[in-house]
């Protein structure tokens, strides 16, 4: 297949023989493609434990993604192929994580942090490498257009796994997806519902799954907290190590204090970024779909998250529930 998105030939890989049979619809295409990911991405997840960014992290954005979809699928330009469209969205929530690329660790007791857009362009060529040993290994039998990615697709998905790139507003201090503002390049309703799925979760699922979802990245960024939880040795900590006591509070109140701070900034910019859909579905978004974004959210947030100096690591722990999330995940 000629295409500038494979600009490289690649060698024929075994889990090719895993195909039980040719396709003979592009959303069987689909399946496939995400079902050899998924066996790739459990392995990521295990070798780097990954708390957060796993099985169910991408169930949760499928899900919230497919929300949104239904919602502005009826106001679609009817050039628009929404079916073409709603599965390509699903295979980029399933795939956007795929890979997760850490900067390496060089002082002790700290998080471990990545590179803005280094897992994501990573993840994308990963993707396209799938894609293309499927097309070389079915377009000899099934050359179908139907059945095959277009260069149309491979630049959605292209763009819309870049989407979900964040960066770091030092004014509202946190994170938000530069994307979603670049009026010279609108996104494509694949890449902008996406984004928002992604990371959707206080405005559509409310701030009982907002903070388990911080609890669970601090988990996933801070191993070694991670395996002071396992072994059961945050309790000793104010006696036995007092600057490792201080280090991890203060790294947990780093957290607490994120959390709110996110949370302001999800709702304010949150009719900002629904600008690029279909006028008509804006308001039922707003109101239905991120219902959960307004003022009283954002206070009781700020009322149950700790956040003084004072705070203790008892407390935060307690915020946080790590005992109860490593349970869970070990059940």
């Keep these: 297949m000629s295409s500038p998105y494979f600009p490289q030939p690649l060698v024929q890989p075994l889990w090719i023989e895993q195909l039980f049979q040719v396709p003979q619809t592009f959303a069987h295409t689909i399946a496939q493609i995400k079902r050899i990911a998924i066996l790739d991405f459990e392995r990521e997840v295990a070798d780097k434990q990954l708390y957060y960014h796993n099985h169910d992290h991408i169930t949760g954005v499928q899900h919230r993604a497919k929300t949104i979809f239904q919602v502005i699928r009826p106001y679609l330009p009817v050039s628009v192929d929404s079916d073409r469209a709603e599965l390509l969205l699903d295979l980029c929530a399933v795939t956007h994580d795929l890979i997760q690329i850490f900067v390496p660790q060089i002082e002790p007791n700290t998080a471990r942090r990545r590179e803005a857009g280094v897992s994501e362009t990573a993840t994308i060529k990963r993707l396209f490498q799938y894609i293309e040993e499927f097309h070389q290994a ?36 946190s994170i938000f997806q530069p994307a979603l503002y670049n009026r010279a390049q609108p996104l494509s309703t694949v890449a902008r519902v996406l984004a928002l799925a992604d990371i959707g979760a206080l405005g559509m699922e409310g701030i009982v799954a907002y903070n388990t ?119």
């Design 138 to 173: 079915i377009q000899n039998q099934n050359p179908e257009a139907s059945v095959l990615f277009t260069n149309n697709d491979l630049q959605i998905l292209q763009e819309a796994i870049a989407a979900t790139i964040c960066d770091y507003d030092p004014v509202e201090q």
């Design 213 to 331: 979802e911080g609890s669970l990245l601090f988990l996933e960024e801070n191993p070694d907290v991670r395996s002071l939880v396992e072994h059961h040795k945050l309790e000793s900590l104010r006696s036995d190590q007092p600057d490792l006591y201080e280090n991890v509070r203060q790294r947990l109140l780093r957290r607490a204090r994120f959390q709110v701070n996110f949370a302001k900034s999800r709702l304010k910019r949150c009719l900002q970024e629904l600008q690029g859909f279909p006028p008509e579905a804006i308001p039922i978004l707003h109101q239905k779909v991120f219902h959960y974004l307004s003022s009283e959210t954002i206070q009781a947030i700020e009322a149950t998250t700790p956040t003084a100096e004072s705070t203790s690591l008892e407390a935060l722990t307690d915020f946080f529930q790590f005992n109860q999330l490593m349970a869970e995940r070990h059940c």
